[in-house]
């Protein structure tokens, strides 16, 4: 079974580079693991299960994670007034941990804003909209600490997406973009996260590329970053056309992957390699 | 630089041994990345040094050098000798300094 997967994926990248980047097997994570079993649900397992035993650590001690830097700045910001209309987020919002549970359903069709929106882009309607204050830019700091603090709130609920009513025709083109093969290797997502979960891509062990732990703290980049930043990297990664941060593309990608980690909890600010 | 992130816990036994943490927001420029923009090199703007002050007395210091990563996370461990305070110094490039104290009671 596996050497016909990867019997297709060579096919894919034949006549590239990739032809001889090696996709092979790794020794299967154990799911019985005690340590792992917060990050599987049934058949499904987060990048947590796929990391080294030293960047779990860093993930599972709040203080060594250094995610908490950005929280702890958008918890003083939470409070802070701002803008022509005079409030902070605490003035309509009060504390911040009455929006426990509110991020497990985004991205979601909000009929009051006509479209399908993430939890980044319900911060930005709140700022320009109704604190009129100036937008703040998608992977910016203060967005990604304020989205981390938001979605902290649900860490270890379950990740509850809807697929039906309005959501429906964004769930299906989300679905479609993950089929999609595209760029030069001509991949799709679906070969690497789908396919070949548990194997090794050049030097990465691929996992189910769960956006569960999102915004998350990412030693490659030395910082907090959105998932739609991550989608752009991989994406990049096999020389496709990557989309813009909160573009409709990747607003429908995000309620397609974050169905697929139903079930499985919120992890944010995960920490990852 | 930016905040740093402290915990030391508020009391100990005399001679126990506790555990201090610290983790300070700083991109560590190595000074080899290039600016994107202009192709220029962007300088070189690391913490190059970190010490904890007890009393008075140093009982723990690091240099650091370019390829510490950024937002440096330090965990060491100190005897409680007495009650007092325990200064936190990084240093830059540059000399400017950041320092936090934090309070232990000794009983």
Request: proline share 4%; with cysteine; glycine share 8%.
């Amino acid at each position: 079974m596996v050497a016909f997967k990867l019997g297709a994926l060579f096919v894919a990248a034949a006549g590239f580079v990739m032809a001889n980047a090696a996709v092979y097997a790794a020794d299967a994570p154990n799911l019985n693991d005690p340590k792992i079993a917060k990050y599987v649900a049934g058949d499904k397992w987060s990048g947590y299960v796929t990391s080294t035993p030293e960047t779990r650590k860093m993930q599972d001690d709040d203080f060594e994670n250094p995610s908490f830097v950005w929280v702890d700045q958008a918890r003083a910001l939470w409070d802070k007034v701002d803008g022509k209309a005079g409030k902070s987020c605490a003035s309509c919002h009060g504390e911040v941990e009455k929006l426990k549970g509110a991020s497990t359903t985004y991205p979601k069709f909000v009929d009051k804003h006509n479209d399908l929106i993430t939890v980044e882009h319900q911060i930005g309607i709140c700022r320009t909209k109704y604190m009129e204050a100036d937008a703040w830019k998608w992977e910016g700091d203060q967005m990604l600490g304020m989205s981390a603090l938001v979605r902290l709130q649900s860490r270890g609920m379950p990740v509850n997406v809807s697929i039906d009513g309005k959501n429906k025709p964004f769930y299906e083109k989300g679905r479609e973009f993950y089929y999609q093969r595209r760029g030069h290797f001509d991949f799709s997502c679906a070969h690497c996260h789908v396919d070949n979960y548990g194997n090794m891509i050049r030097s990465e062990l691929l996992s189910h590329g769960m956006p569960n732990g999102f915004p998350q703290y990412r030693l490659k980049w030395q910082k907090l970053g959105s998932m739609h930043r991550r989608f752009r990297g991989c994406n990049k990664n096999t020389r496709a056309e990557p989309y813009k941060q909160g573009s409709p593309e990747y607003t429908a990608l995000e309620l397609y992957t974050m169905w697929r980690a139903s079930g499985l909890p919120v992890e944010t600010p995960a920490v990852r390699k | 630089m930016a905040k740093a992130r402290i915990k030391v816990p508020s009391s100990a036994k005399k001679g126990e041994i506790f555990e201090i943490k610290t983790l300070m927001s700083h991109n560590m420029e190595t000074g080899r990345r290039k600016d994107k923009k202009t192709g220029e090199l962007i300088p070189r703007k690391i913490i190059n040094k970190f010490e904890c002050v007890y009393n008075g007395k140093t009982v723990f210091s690091a240099d650091f050098h370019p390829s510490i990563s950024a937002n440096p996370y330090l965990a060491f461990s100190c005897r409680a000798t007495e009650s007092g305070k325990l200064e936190f110094r990084w240093t830059e490039d540059g000399g400017a300094v950041t320092s936090e104290t934090k309070e232990i009671q000794v009983s």
